[in-house]
């Protein structure tokens, strides 16, 4: 369970969301990679910690377990709500599933594991300080030169993505989309607004409130130059891959740090591999993408 020092804005939404028993079902029925990204991620992830034990964070209904299972017998699934561990028990039966709060994973032993993995954008359901919290636990519980994978809001996207432009002429061409904007932009406004104490912003990220299964949750977004920020404190910018939602490198050809800022706007999420610095390395003040590889996500 979630102490006294954890938590903040959003967190008892995010939890009743998640916990509620329609979303639970949902979580149930998926399997596979979400996207191309996720794929290319997970599947360098494999090439590197195959054999070694791995924690997979926010297990969810078990949607990557079967593919992490097939690298490891040491794995463990770990989530914060209990509706969710037991749904993830019972569709893979003498699988090990904890109740456990990625803000605090003290009952795991320190440099135990060669992978954690942090799937569907998990780590923004948690509060700007607790986002940091997460990331210092999962530092903690890595061996040296062991991985994080995990997906993150692009704040890119959501401040300047593909969207609605409204005009008269496409409005007279495509009255229904129209309509659809106006409802969704009062319906955002109102949320907004009603829901302000709940939202924060920083440089280069913000809570920002959003739909998810049919229930109103508070997300953290980070843009790409917060996001290596923050690895670079968590002391996990050994090696970093970042890629878009079609699985393309997020950084490449990018110089200046505005254009860092403003990268892919039409990619929703942002998909991450990170390495923690093996036992006598620094890890380099400014680290370039490892080699690309073409991967395509599973149906």
């Known amino acids: 369970m979630i102490s006294p020092t954890m938590g903040g804005p959003g967190d008892d939404l995010n939890r009743a969301a998640w916990a509620d028993a329609r979303t639970v079902e949902i979580f149930l029925r998926r399997s596979g990679f979400v996207c191309a990204g996720e794929a290319r991620v997970m599947r360098r992830l494999s090439q590197e910690v195959k054999g070694e034990r791995i924690l997979d964070i926010g297990v969810g209904g078990?949607?990557?377990?079967?593919?992490?299972?097939?690298?490891?017998?040491?794995?463990?699934?770990?989530?914060?709500?209990?509706?969710?561990?037991?749904?993830?028990?019972?569709?893979?039966?003498?699988?090990?599933?904890?109740?456990?709060?990625?803000?605090?994973?003290?009952?795991?032993?320190?440099?135990?594991?060669?992978?954690?993995?942090?799937?569907?954008?998990?780590?923004?359901?948690m509060s700007h300080g607790d986002r940091a919290k997460v990331l210092s636990e999962v530092h903690r519980?890595?061996?040296?030169?062991?991985?994080?994978?995990?997906?993150?809001?692009?704040?890119?996207?959501?401040?300047?993505?593909?969207?609605?432009?409204?005009?008269?002429?496409?409005?007279?061409?495509?009255?229904?989309?129209?309509?659809?904007?106006?409802?969704?932009?009062?319906?955002?406004?109102?949320?907004?607004?009603?829901?302000?104490?709940?939202?924060?912003?920083?440089?280069?990220?913000?809570?920002?409130?959003?739909?998810?299964?049919?229930?109103?949750?508070?997300w953290h977004h980070v843009d790409l130059e917060e996001l290596l920020r923050e690895l670079t404190v968590a002391e996990l910018d050994c090696e970093i891959e970042v890629c878009t939602a079609d699985g393309r490198d997020a950084r490449t050809g990018l110089v200046e740090p505005e254009a860092t800022r403003l990268a892919h706007p039409s990619s929703p999420d942002l998909h991450v591999l990170a390495r923690k610095a093996p036992h006598g390395t620094t890890p380099p003040a400014s680290c370039g993408s490892v080699a690309q590889l073409e991967l395509e996500a599973e149906a």
Do not use: K
């Open 62 to 125: 078990g949607r990557t377990t079967e593919f992490l299972r097939q690298l490891t017998t040491g794995y463990l699934g770990i989530d914060y709500l209990e509706e969710l561990v037991g749904a993830a028990r019972q569709r893979f039966p003498g699988t090990r599933f904890e109740l456990m709060d990625a803000r605090d994973l003290s009952a795991l032993p320190a440099a135990q594991f060669g992978a954690a993995v942090f799937s569907l954008n998990g780590l923004d359901g």
């Open 141 to 218: 519980v890595l061996r040296p030169g062991g991985w994080f994978a995990y997906s993150t809001h692009n704040l890119a996207f959501a401040l300047i993505g593909d969207r609605w432009r409204p005009d008269p002429r496409r409005t007279l061409r495509h009255p229904r989309a129209a309509a659809r904007f106006a409802i969704d932009t009062a319906r955002r406004c109102w949320r907004g607004w009603r829901l302000r104490d709940e939202l924060e912003r920083g440089d280069g990220w913000a809570t920002l409130v959003s739909d998810a299964y049919g229930h109103e949750v508070v």
